[in-house]
Structures are given as structure tokens and as C-alpha cells.
């Protein structure tokens, strides 16, 4: 007698070290901690007084009519405990006129009016002339150029190719129509394309000219961008590559429940999103519907976004309705503007086209040639997700999710005198395509998919069902009607350290949960019997 062995715990007693080794590594770093001396230098003055500003410095007023440059600066410092070191370059005259101003204000006032290059190093400011000046600024993004395109639509009836090869044209709108034959349908086609290096550059020069020996050059390979211009547009430049960068590196990290609810008797007509919410409400679900939900009770596709800290507690919710089917749980990290693809399934060939050539030659008679066109079927889960995220951490998501199963399904042709058998697709697909709004960490819930599948079950007497004719006597046949709906919940967040180390933790959780399950199952190991002998 052979006792069988459950699964070795060791893999997940080594993940899980390595998880608590990250968490600990990230929760103890310490920041180097300056000298006092060094602290007390770089602490601004914050002794209160008449005449003084947030930072301790002196507020004065500034009246100069056509002084020189030189002049201006050095009396602007004097009686201040700031240095000013003027370059003999520095030419031209000042008009100024200000009021309770400080020293840095100032100094940034006539930086803008009159393009001098004004730098401040602890206590001292070097000016120098208005000119050109080279500065080199670091982009980090990859070098590439990424294009998506995603498309939705409905047909109905034939279309008949015209000789030209346009079969028809397409409106604004998405609605196409074609003069050689009846269409009805509709069509939403979404592309998007990333040139973020060819949109930069033109940006810039577009920022800084090409006037007076102004240029900009850019080196995708090595993620460098150099400028050539004036004081005031290389500060114009400085804040707009910053504010870009900032942009282009936000991170939406998504999951995705894919669902398929087979419903109870009650809830024919679809989920009924109202009874959810209500159940919801002071138990675990703790949200509500926003005022992005058009249609709550079935009878077509809509959009929802819902107040839920997790998964499991909508989940549990829809059980009520019907019996809950997880079809795929994705998880998937974008930045911010670029698209992000899922794709599980597989792909399977079908005939799409046969063509037969008759060749008739006087030795050999007739003989007819088949050629076959393959085109490949997808079945099983696709999305495809956009994020966009706004300074108020809002993210806008156009979502595109499909789920389609490919049968097989033979034709019969007659072609000639022959009877041929084609194994042709039967393709049904359920998808959505929509543009929603959601705040960082709410569900959004995109459901009204429902299909309706009659199920047939077969009876039969033994022996007696198989005679031909009257074997159908001995066969009983039933029919069943189910209807589910699919339902596709998803839950942007956008990515910090505090979302790692969340993620982290979560992970940790379902190792341990995961470990708990081998332990639990894992075979008692054989005793020996009461009384046995033991050999030595």
C-alpha cells in the first residue's frame, strides 16, 4: 500500500521569504541625515519683523529710471548680506518701478524683461548678457513608435465589391453605407498613435525658433535633447520638458474580473444593478452607482462606476442573482496615454475561401485544381485598455473587451456534380466598446451582454434507440433555455510606493493563503499499528 505525497512547500516557504525580504529592505531605509551645522545654514530666517517676507527677506521699493546695469545690480545688493558678480559683458540700461519686492523677485523681474542670465549660488548672483546659451536636458522614454487600433462593429446584409475595389464609404459618425448593395450597421473604429520623440521635437521648435542661430536637437538613442536660445525660452523649455516627463511617467496599474453570471429564474431580464446597490449599502459593498449608469436593469450594454474597495464583495453580491463564473482575472501595468493589450485564447483555422480551375487538355480530358484560403479564428478573452490620468488623479479609460467562442460548423455545397463539405466557422462574440470615468481605486463595471443558449439533452433506450426508422420511438429529447450575462469589472489604480508596498503585502497574503491550502491537504503520514513489533 502506497501513501501518496501532497505537493513540497518549499517553493512558497522561499517566495515567501523573499517577499518579507523586500518589505523589510523597504521599510528600513534611512535617509542620510545632514550636520547640524549644515541645517542651520540652509534654514531660512524665520524671525518675524516689519518689512520682511515669508523667508525673512527684507522688502523694499525699487524706483530706477535708465540705469545702467552694472549700477543697478551692485546697488540693489548694497546693504544686504548678498554678493552680485556682474560680467563686464553686461550692457544696457534698466527702468523699473516696484513696490514691497524682495531681493529674488527682483532679480527674476529683470531676468524676464530684459533676458539677462541670473544665477544664484548660496549667497551670491551671476549675471551675465543677454544671449545664447546651450543647455542640455535629459528625457527619459523609449525610442520607438507605437500605433493601436481598435474596432467595433455591427453588419448586416451584403455588401457587392464594385469594380474600382470601394466597396462603399464611411461617415463621421462611424456609420457606413455603400451604394452597391444594403448595409446596415455600425461601426466605431479608435486608433491611437505615439511619436513621442517626433511630437517633442516639433513642440520645441515650435517653443524656441529658429530666429537669431536658435536650434534644437534631439537624440533618441541616448535620450538627449539639446537647446540652443535665449535665457527666457531655455527656462520656457526647463518647465515644459519637467511638466511632460511627469506626464508620460504616470503609471496605471489595472485589474480586470471577466464574469459570466448564469441567472436565476427571477432575473431573466438581466442583473438588476438597483438591488445591488441597495445590498450593498451599509454592508461590505459600502458604494454606489454614479450617474454614469444609464441602464440598471438589463435589456442593453452600459457603464457604471462603483464605490468598492475590493472584488469579492461585488462578487458575493452577484451570486444572489445567478451563479457566478470567474472567466479570466488579469492584471496589467500602462503608463499613462499608451494602450495595453490582454489576449487569452486560441487561434483556430477555418476555410474562408475555395476556388476551383477546370483544365481541360486533349490527352488527360478535364481536371479541376482546388485552392483554399485559411483565416485564422481567435477564441477566448480579449481587452484592450487606454488609460488617461488627470492632475486630480481621474482616470479616463477607453475599454474595448470581447469574448468569443469559434465552432466548428460544415456547409454543404454542391458545385457541379459534386457534393463538397466545407468546415466553415461559427463564430459568436459578445463585446463592448466605451469611453468611462473613475477616480483611482473604484470598480468600474461594464455589464448587459446577455446571451440566451438552449441546451438539448438526449434519452434513449438502450439497443432499441439505435434501429434504424424506429430507434427515434426509443429517444426522448428535452430542451433548455439558460441565459447569462457578462459582466467585466475593472479597477484602475494608479501606481505609487504606497501601491507597491500594497502589493506587496497582498502577495505576501495569498502565498500564505496558498501555503495553508498544501499544508491543510497534505497526506497524514502512516502510523504503526498498536502492539507492532519493532525491528531493530
Known sequence: MQTQQASSTETTERIEEELEKAESESGDTEVAQAPDEVTGALMPDFSGGDGTGSGGEERFNV?????????????????????????????????????QVTLEEVMEVVSDLYGYEINREGRIYRVRPAGLRTRVFQVDYLD???????????????????????????????????????????????????????????????????????????????GVVVVHARQDKLKVVEDYLRRMQLISKRQVILEARILEVELNESFQQGINWNAVDQMG?????????????????????????????????????????????????PRIST????????????????????????????????????????????SGISLDVTPQISDEDVVTLHVHPSVSEVEDQEKLITIGDEDVTLPLALSTVRETDSVVRARSGQIVVIGGLIQDRTEETTSAVPFFSEIPVIGELFKQRSYESRK?????????????????????????????????????????????????????
Do not use: C, H
Open 63 to 99: 524706483n530706477a529710471q535708465g540705469l545702467a546695469a552694472s549700477t543697478f545690480f551692485r546697488s540693489l545688493v548694497d546693504g544686504t548680506p548678498y554678493n552680485v558678480v556682474v560680467d563686464p559683458a553686461v550692457e544696457g540700461n534698466i527702468t523699473l518701478d516696484l513696490t
Open 144 to 222: 520607438i513608435q507605437r500605433s493601436g487600433n481598435s474596432e467595433t462593429q455591427v453588419r448586416s446584409g451584403q455588401v457587392t465589391d464594385s469594380g474600382n475595389g470601394n466597396s462603399g464609404a464611411s461617415s463621421d459618425d462611424g456609420n457606413s453605407s455603400s451604394g452597391n448593395g444594403p448595409v446596415v450597421g455600425t461601426r466605431i473604429t479608435t486608433t491611437s498613435e505615439s511619436r513621442f520623440w517626433a511630437d517633442l521635437r516639433e513642440s520645441l521648435n515650435l517653443m524656441v525658433g529658429s530666429d537669431n542661430g536658435q536650434r534644437v536637437i534631439t537624440n533618441p538613442g541616448s
Open 281 to 329: 449599502t451599509g454592508n461590505s459593498l459600502q458604494g454606489s452607482l454614479s450617474s454614469i449608469a444609464t441602464n440598471t436593469q438589463g435589456g442593453g450594454a452600459f457603464s457604471a462606476a462603483l464605490e468598492v474597495n475590493n472584488f469579492n464583495s461585488l462578487i458575493q453580491l452577484l451570486g444572489s442573482q445567478g451563479n457566478v463564473q470567474v472567466l479570466s482575472s
Open 335 to 378: 503608463v499613462n496615454n499608451e494602450k495595453a493589450v490582454i489576449k487569452v485564447g486560441s487561434d483556430e483555422f477555418f476555410v474562408t475561401d475555395l476556388d476551383f480551375d477546370d483544365d481541360t487538355t486533349a490527352a488527360a480530358g478535364t481536371s479541376r485544381s482546388t485552392s483554399v484560403d485559411l483565416t485564422p479564428f481567435f
Open 484 to 536: 447569462s450575462e457578462l459582466v467585466i469589472l475593472l479597477k484602475p489604480m494608479i501606481a505609487n510606493v504606497d501601491r507597491y508596498a500594497e502589493d506587496v503585502e497582498d502577495s505576501q497574503q495569498r502565498i500564505r493563503d496558498l501555503r495553508r491550502i498544501m499544508e491543510s491537504t497534505e497526506s497524514p503520514k502512516p502510523e504503526p499499528a498498536a502492539g507492532a513489533a519493532q525491528e531493530r
